[in-house]
């Protein structure tokens, strides 16, 4: 009975197989790519933007002159603070520096700010407050930035700043 069963699946298979290696091949259809759909815009009298076009890109130059203003306004900021700290001015002068996407501009912030506070200079501001402060106005640096070796240097004095501002917070004097 085994040896029937045996040789009937074995039959049926060989039956499939030449079945399938005669059968003759299915002649290939080849499809017309279809055309792309009409584009459509929000205003109709208006003709779509082409996407494939790349926007102008403003030469390097210009970009390097705006960012060199930033910075020389940056710096006249902090000249102009170091005379009057306050709370107020510490943010404006943090968020210039910081504006300027320049690590080193916004480092040399960090520390004016920080050397204030360490010297009395910003009653006003909390330890707590100046770091709220320096951390928030660290992520306006773009990632290319942060991530720099300038980068770098400023997370180590952020991170300085950090410890100098909590043991101020633990041992208030």
């Given at each position: 009975?085994v040896?029937?069963l045996i040789?009937?699946v074995?039959?049926?298979?060989l039956?499939?197989?030449a079945i399938?290696?005669?059968?003759k091949?299915?002649h ?10 009409p584009v ?6 208006e ?9 102008e890109?403003q030469?390097a130059?210009q970009?390097?002159?705006?960012r060199?203003a930033?910075?020389?306004a940056?710096?006249?900021?902090s000249e102009r603070?170091q005379?009057?700290p306050d709370?107020t ?5 943090l968020?210039s520096?910081?504006d ?5 501009t ?10 204030a506070?360490?010297e009395g200079k ?5 330890a707590t407050?100046?770091?709220n402060?320096l951390n928030s ?5 773009s990632?290319?930035?942060r ?11 952020l991170s300085r ?8 917070n633990?041992?208030?004097?």
């Open positions: 009975m040896t029937f040789t009937s074995l039959v049926l298979g039956i499939a197989i399938y290696f005669w059968q091949p299915a290939k259809t080849e499809t017309a790519e279809l055309p792309p759909p459509t815009s929000l205003f109709a009298n003709e779509p933007a082409l996407l494939t076009e790349a926007p890109e030469p130059i970009e390097h002159d705006e060199e930033k910075r020389a940056a710096q006249e900021f603070w005379a009057a709370r001015s510490t943010a404006d002068m968020h520096a910081a300027t996407d320049d690590a080193e916004y480092n040399n912030a960090v520390e004016l700010a920080l050397n506070w360490q910003l009653p006003d501001l909390s407050e100046l770091h402060l106005e660290y992520w306006l640096l990632s290319r930035t991530s720099s070796g300038a980068g770098f240097i400023l997370k180590r004095t700043a950090k410890r100098e501002l909590e043991s101020a633990i041992n208030p004097q």
